[in-house]
C-alpha cells in the first residue's frame, strides 16, 4: 500500500459499521492499519464483528452498541471510545435509514422525526463533539456518507433526501468550523446493492440502472477506495468536498 493511505496508528470510527457499506470500509481501514471503533444499533453484532475483526487483522477492534438518532447517547458514546483509545482521528458518519412509505400525505411527524434524527442530528453532533477534540489535538478527518438523493430525490425518499441534502451543507459548514486541522468531506453514494437491496423489485431497478454511465448498482466494495482516500494523507488538500460514487446517475 501506499504510504500516503497507511493508518497505522490511527483509530477510526464508523457508525453503522457492521454490515453493508460500514463494514467494507471497516475491513478496509483495518487493512489499512487503523484500529477501529464499530458502531451500530445492534451492540452484540458489534462486538462479534470486532471479535473476529482482530483475530483476522491483528488490530484492535471495539464493537459497542449506539442509536445515533437519539441526541444524549452520543457524548457517552464519544466518550467511551477516548477512554478506550485516546484518540479518534477518522469518524465516518455512516448510520443512515430511508423508510418506506406509501405516498408523500402518508408520511407520518414521527417518521419525519426518525429519518432527520438518524441522518441529520446524529451526524451533526457526533461531528460537533468529536471534531471539537480532533481539532484542539492532532486533527483528523470527518467522512459523511451521504446519497445522491440529496441532489436527485425521488419521491419515495422525500424525507431521506432531504436530511441528506442538509448534511451535504454540514459538509461544508463542519469543513470550515473546524479547519485546517480537521478535514471534513462526504461521499455521496449512489445505489449500492447491500443487503437492503434483497426487498427490492430488481427488474425495475435494472431498468433504472440502464441509465446510470455504469449501467449497475454498486457493489460494497466499491466505496472504499473514496473512503480510503478522504481517510488518508492522501487527501491532505481535500476538505469541504462532496465526492460522487455513484456510478454515472443522471
Known sequence: MHQQFDLTGRVVVVTGGSRGLGRAMVEAFAAAGADVVIASRDGQACADYAADLSARTGRRALGLGVHVGRWDDLEPFVDRVYEEFGQVDVLVNNAGMSPLYDGVENVTEALMDKVLDVNLKGPFRLTALVGTRMAAGRGGSVINISSAAATRPRPGLLPYAAAK??????????????????????????????????????????????????????????????????????????????LAVDGGQP
Open 165 to 242: 441534502a442538509a448534511l451535504n451543507a454540514l459538509t461544508t459548514g463542519f469543513a470550515h468550523a473546524f479547519g485546517p486541522s480537521v478535514r471534513v468531506n462526504a461521499i455521496v453514494a449512489g445505489t449500492f446493492l447491500t443487503d437492503i437491496s434483497r426487498s427490492w423489485d430488481m427488474e425495475a431497478f435494472a431498468r433504472r440502472a440502464e441509465t446510470f454511465a455504469a449501467k449497475r448498482g454498486g457493489e460494497p466494495h466499491e466505496i472504499v477506495g473514496a473512503a480510503l482516500y478522504l481517510a488518508s494523507d492522501a487527501a491532505s488538500y481535500t476538505t469541504g468536498a462532496l
